[in-house]
């Protein structure tokens, strides 16, 4: 090896591995904050998810209960139109 060919090289390889590490850490930023939110987006997905069934679950419970007090009070004025006419 030459001594004064690798000198002539050296602010190229400098430059290169300059330009190297700043992609690194450039592409390795932009890649950790799509890990986070990646992440975030199955953390958040999970607790809608969740809220939802439950939200879900209520309103059939409140649907059920709506309906029998629908019912009742059908059943009721049934009744009540019975008890004028046999007066």
Same mark, same amino acid.
């Given at each position: 090896?030459?001594? !004064? $060919?690798?000198l002539a090289?050296?602010?190229?390889?400098?430059?290169? *591995? $300059?330009?190297?590490?700043?992609?690194?850490?450039?592409?390795?930023?932009?890649?950790?904050?799509y890990i986070? $939110?990646?992440?975030?987006?199955?953390? *958040?997905?999970?607790?809608?998810? &969740?809220?939802?069934?439950?939200? +879900?679950?209520?309103?059939? &419970?409140? *649907?059920?209960?709506?309906?029998?007090?629908? !019912?009742?009070?059908?059943?009721?004025?049934?009744? *009540?139109?019975?008890? +004028?006419?046999?007066?």
């Amino acid at each position: 090896m030459d001594i !004064n $060919s690798t000198l002539a090289n050296a602010p190229f390889v400098e430059s290169v *591995t $300059s330009l190297a590490k700043t992609l690194e850490v450039l592409v390795g930023g932009i890649f950790g904050y799509y890990i986070i $939110s990646f992440i975030w987006r199955v953390y *958040t997905y999970k607790r809608n998810k &969740h809220f939802f069934k439950s939200l +879900r679950a209520d309103m059939q &419970h409140m *649907t059920a209960a709506l309906r029998r007090l629908e !019912n009742e009070v059908k059943s009721l004025k049934k009744e *009540t139109k019975g008890n +004028r006419r046999a007066k």
